[in-house]
């Protein structure tokens, strides 16, 4: 109203809102301790009133600016972090909601493995011995893998399930409460399975000595074992090699000995046992089957017989060692090797052996006889040398015409 009365009306409308928005809720791609350090935030809120106007979002107590839902937070560090999102509306009212972010990047730290076996070994549920930490997160378990695909948890010291033969590569990682992990490996040589039995087990006697010999096809033998018996009395010793000799023995002394092998592993062989010998004495059943060739074997001294070049009644061959100094005048020739005596044996019906001096072959039969070149005259040449068979009948010495 003016001084001359004059009116004029106006009405102006006041909207009040004191009601701050409704709470809510803030859910995230992330819970408990996590490797995400950039987690998704997602929000509403309803104001009924003035409606909302904008998000805020603070991270421990730090403005980031204004925020709309399906925001990902930019990398946050190692630590625990709170995050809060502020609902403000129209009126300026505030409503605000919370999380925190439990946030772990780091692996854990770096541990060794080590195992109860080294080198090849025959214990295929090996312990595993191990131990790290983490600094931030914890460790939540560790986890072992065989064959670096699969992981079943494990603790340290414990067996692992039965391993197959061969070289295995075993992986163990700690693994810590954010999903961080850490790993460590250690190869284990495993093998269960025993040498086989050993081959052509044998003694080779000699006038006052011994050899025993055997074979193998295995090729991770560590060592052989040995039991020998003499005369009943029994020692045992070990040895890399597939053959020993003892000397020093008295002609008739019998002995036996038994082999097994041992390998890397510490598997164990079945054991094989000669059959008995008697010192200065090479007596060996021998087989007239067409199929087979026998070997009779002394020292220094190997005679290999067709089985077609004997008569079936034949059943052993004897080699031994003879001295005589009749025999010794005879030879025209200096002798620079032992005397041997071979005699076959005839089986009658009755099992009854009856010894043959003179034995007439079928075919040529193979004689190898070793001697020591030391014994030789100097310069005298190897061509000169032969082999003689003494004649009882004519009472001397004739030069074998086929020698080797």
Request: proline share 5%.
């Amino acid at each position: 109203m003016d001084r001359a009365g004059h009116v004029r009306s106006e009405i102006t409308n006041i909207l009040i809102d004191t009601v701050p928005p409704e709470p809510f809720i803030i859910s995230s791609d992330i819970s408990g301790w996590t490797n995400n350090n950039s987690p998704v935030l997602n929000f509403h809120a309803a104001d009924t009133t003035s409606g909302i106007e904008r998000y805020e979002l603070i991270i421990n107590g730090i403005s980031r600016g204004n925020i709309q839902s399906g925001y990902r937070v930019a990398e946050l560090e190692d630590g625990i972090h709170e995050i809060e999102v502020l609902a403000v509306d129209g009126a300026g009212n505030v409503t605000g909601s919370k999380i925190t972010a439990y946030i772990d990047c780091t692996r854990p730290e770096d541990f060794e493995l080590t195992a109860n076996i080294t080198g090849w070994s025959n214990n295929n549920t090996p312990e595993l011995m191990f131990e790290t930490t983490d600094n931030l997160s914890g460790i939540a378990r560790y986890e072992l893998s065989v064959d670096g695909v699969s992981w079943v948890e494990i603790s340290s010291s414990q067996k692992v399930a039965e391993l197959s033969d061969g070289i295995q590569k075993l992986i163990v990682r700690a693994v810590d409460n954010a999903g961080n992990h850490t790993s460590a490996d250690i190869t284990v040589y495993i093998d269960t399975k025993p040498p086989a039995v050993l081959n052509d087990c044998r003694i080779i006697p000699g006038k006052n000595s011994m050899e025993g010999l055997w074979a193998t096809g295995d090729t991770d033998i560590f060592i052989f074992h040995v039991e020998l018996t003499i005369e009943g009395s029994t020692s045992a010793f070990s040895t890399a090699d597939t053959s020993f000799r003892r000397d020093g023995f008295v002609p008739n002394t019998l002995m036996s000995f038994r082999a097994r092998a041992e390998d890397h592993a510490g598997n164990l062989g079945p054991w094989t046992e000669t059959n008995p010998v008697l010192i200065g004495f090479a007596f060996q059943p021998v087989s007239c089957d067409p199929a087979e060739t026998n070997l009779i074997e002394y020292e220094n001294v190997k005679i290999m017989i067709p089985g077609v070049c004997l008569a079936e009644d034949v059943y052993a061959v004897m080699i031994t060692e003879i001295e005589s100094e009749e025999l010794d005048k005879r030879s025209a020739n200096p002798i620079i090797g032992p005397m041997y005596s071979f005699t076959t044996f005839l089986k009658d019906g009755e099992g009854n052996l009856t010894e043959q001096r003179h034995t007439q072959f079928e075919e040529d039969i193979l004689i190898i006889i070793e001697y020591d070149e030391s014994l030789a005259p100097n310069g005298f040449p190897e061509s000169s040398l032969a082999v003689f068979s003494y004649d009882e009948m004519w009472g001397r010495w004739f030069r074998e015409k086929k020698p080797a």
